[in-house]
Antibody, heavy 117, light 107 residues
Framework: EVQLVETGGGLFQPGGSLRLSCAAS????????MTWVRQAPGKGLEWVST???????YYADSVKGRFTVSRDNSKKTLFLQMNSLRAEDTAVYYC???????????WGQGTLVTVSS | EIVLTQSPATLSLSPGERATLSCRAS??????LAWFQQKPGQAPRLLIY???NRATGIPARFSGSGSGTDFTLTISSLDPEDFAVYYC??????????FGQGTKVEV
């Protein structure tokens, strides 16, 4: 059974850094496209970043140069390194994969990141 | 960047009624459009992909149609568990993948 579990959220200061993790089970991390999507409180969904199975990475303009997506195949984990945090980065961060389709058909439960002084 | 505009913002209906949700793209996305359902405190769930294909386990009362710039999600007879927020998403032209702003279906 495919499962995705995000961890690493919490309260962080503007300008600070954190790393989110997404622990995967039930599939091969290296073989699937993996994506981060965020949702600010009371707002809609925003695509953040995608890591292709071949290693290519893509970022939303709002996070380009500040966030870095990576994975550890041996640990079956996807990461999102978030630097130079801003208040507008406050959101629930979900990891999701394309598994049965070429769409985001499996999602984790999300982890809340709050950026505030 | 392709902008997806969903309408209406809120749809007030009763169980058993038909719901029709719209998603309009700022330029053609072909059939590369999906619909997601999100309930409070939960992650989004894929309902429809490639404009008209139901995802695994999705009831037949959900259907999608459209191509190009105009798409519709129809719920033929609302079940109490269907009251939620619905988002469309395109992947024809990316990055970025883009989502609509959502339609809330409320009682």
């Amino acid at each position: 059974e495919v499962q995705l579990v995000e961890t690493g959220g919490g309260l962080f200061q503007p300008g600070g850094s954190l790393r989110l993790s997404c622990a995967a089970s039930g599939f091969t991390v290296s073989s699937n496209y993996m994506t981060w999507v965020r949702q600010a409180p009371g707002k809609g969904l925003e695509w953040v970043s995608t890591l292709y199975s071949g290693g290519s990475t893509y970022y939303a303009d709002s996070v380009k140069g500040r966030f870095t997506v990576s994975r550890d195949n041996s640990k079956k984990t996807l990461f999102l390194q978030m630097n130079s945090l801003r208040a507008e980065d406050t959101a629930v961060y979900y990891c999701a994969i394309e598994y049965k389709t070429t769409w985001l058909d499996y999602w984790g439960q999300g982890t809340l990141v709050t950026v505030s002084s | 960047e392709i902008v997806l505009t969903q309408s209406p913002a809120t749809l007030s209906l009763s169980p058993g009624e038909r719901a029709t949700l719209s998603c309009r793209a700022s330029q053609s996305v072909g059939s590369y459009l999906a619909w997601f359902q999100q309930k409070p405190g939960q992650a989004p769930r894929l309902l429809i992909y490639d404009a008209s294909n139901r995802a695994t386990g999705i009831p037949a009362r959900f259907s999608g149609s459209g191509s190009g710039t105009d798409f519709t999600l129809t719920i033929s007879s609302l079940d109490p568990e269907d009251f939620a927020v619905y988002y469309c998403q395109q992947r024809n032209s990316w990055p970025p993948w883009t989502f609509g702003q959502g339609t809330k279906v409320e009682v």
